[in-house]
Every structure is written in C-alpha cells, then in structure tokens.
C-alpha cells in the first residue's frame, strides 16, 4: 500500500439500503469506496483493481459471497475481506475464516461495528 494513498475498499451486497448507509459513512471515514449489487459486476472490477479490503454479503443471487471472497483471494490474497450477513451460522462463519476472511459481522450491523472492523483490517493491511 502506497502511503497518501486511500485504503480502497469494494461493497459488494444486493441490498442497496446497505450500500447506501456504508458509503457515505465510510467515504466520510477517509475510503476510497465502490458499491456493487451485482456479484457479476463486483467480480469483474476486483479482477481489474486489487482492493485493500472487500466488504461482502454472503447470501445474493449470481454467485453467493463464498464463491465471490474465494475469487478475490485468489486475485489478491493480501485483500482483507470482511463478511456480513443476514444469514450468520457457526458453518458459515466457521467457512469463512477457512477461507482467510478477516471478519464476520452479522445483520443488522451498527455503523461504528463496520467502521471498527475496517479500522482493524487496515492496520492488519499497513502492520504487512
């Protein structure tokens, strides 16, 4: 990561209502953020960008957030992903972290807990 650089972060969930809460919230934070409903499009763009951290839903239709995060550490296994969900379990969290997810939070979320997570996976990202 370059320094002066903005973490980059893509938000990859079909509900537009959570893209549109973590957006500004994150933008605000000082990320650089780009929001995707369509699992199609978000997985072009991380095979275009390398994103310092992916904030995915497991759980959307196309390819669920399982396939989607195993693609983007295959692209980029220093991106940090974080999982949120509607739909926690012990499996799907216990998958997860197989899989080299740096955090799971589930729905519905407070925006402090996400700004939190992402503060922990950029230190994670700069400690590297």
Do not use: W
Request: charged share 30%.
């Amino acid at each position: 990561m370059n320094t002066g650089q903005k973490t980059s972060i893509l938000i990859l969930d079909d509900e537009t209502i959570v893209l549109k809460r973590l957006k500004p919230a994150l933008e605000k934070a000082g990320y650089e953020v780009e929001t995707f409903t369509r699992s199609a499009e978000a997985s072009n763009r991380v095979n275009e960008k390398d994103f310092d951290i992916v904030i995915t839903d497991l759980k959307m239709e196309g390819i669920d957030g399982m396939q989607f995060l195993t693609q983007v550490k295959q692209h980029s296994p220093a991106t940090e992903i974080v999982v949120i969900t509607g739909f926690a379990t012990m499996e799907t969290a216990k998958e997860s972290f197989q899989k080299g997810v740096f955090d799971f939070l589930a729905k519905p979320f407070k925006l402090g807990e996400i700004l939190d997570t992402v503060r922990k996976a950029e230190k994670k990202i700069q400690d590297k």
